[in-house]
């Protein structure tokens, strides 16, 4: 018997492969079907990616699809690094984005999440796969000395088996705990 998020279809706006990778692995072992995920991720080469998801064809863009197409079981979710800035600060730059397109904050009832990890998406995966971090500096080129790419896989896959039951429980890694509040907007 399917879940009912089976039935949702969403958009996830990345800034990069290894985050888009985990994003994958986590939603569909939260029950999501891979074929209703639409992954945008920034495109390389091509300057800053937090700047990229800002943009007005990117965040707000789809901010206005999924108003427009609210009574849909949609979601967009845009995972967006902190670098050494808190969570608030990039939910912040993005309600910005959103008002320089004349459009509104993100409401409380619509189903967009803003996972932020502090640094990177490493300082999360190192954090569910029991290596000892903190938010204090990146963890970007940590993770490969832990897992080199032919064991990248199975770490992502890991890290979101570990999402529920550890994503709020680390206490030196509060970025985490917000994330998994945030993804509490889609319904996980």
Not at 25 to 33: A, T
Not at 102 to 111: C, M, N, S, T
Not at 124 to 131: R, S, Y
């Amino acid at each position: 018997m399917p879940s009912e998020l089976s039935k949702f279809r969403g958009t996830i706006l990345v800034e990069d492969t290894r985050t888009e990778r985990f994003f994958r692995e986590l939603l569909i072992h939260l029950g999501f079907e891979r074929h209703k995920l639409r992954f945008r991720p920034a495109p390389k080469g091509r300057g800053d990616a937090k700047a990229w998801i800002r943009a007005q064809s990117q965040y707000p863009l789809e901010v206005r699809i999924l108003r427009k197409k609210s009574y849909e079981r949609i979601f967009l979710i845009t995972a967006i690094d902190g670098d050494n800035n808190d969570p608030e600060t990039r939910k912040t730059q993005l309600d910005h984005a959103l008002q320089a397109e004349g459009l509104r904050a993100r409401q409380d009832e619509e189903r967009i999440a803003i996972p932020v990890p502090t640094w990177s998406i490493e300082t999360w995966l190192l954090a569910l796969l029991d290596h000892e971090v903190d938010e204090e500096s990146s963890k970007k080129n940590s993770f490969e000395g832990y897992y080199p790419p032919k064991d990248e896989r199975a770490a992502l896959r890991e890290a979101a088996r570990q999402w529920q039951r550890k994503s709020d429980r680390i206490p030196t890694v509060p970025s985490l705990a917000d994330g998994k509040s945030e993804m509490g907007r889609i319904g996980v």
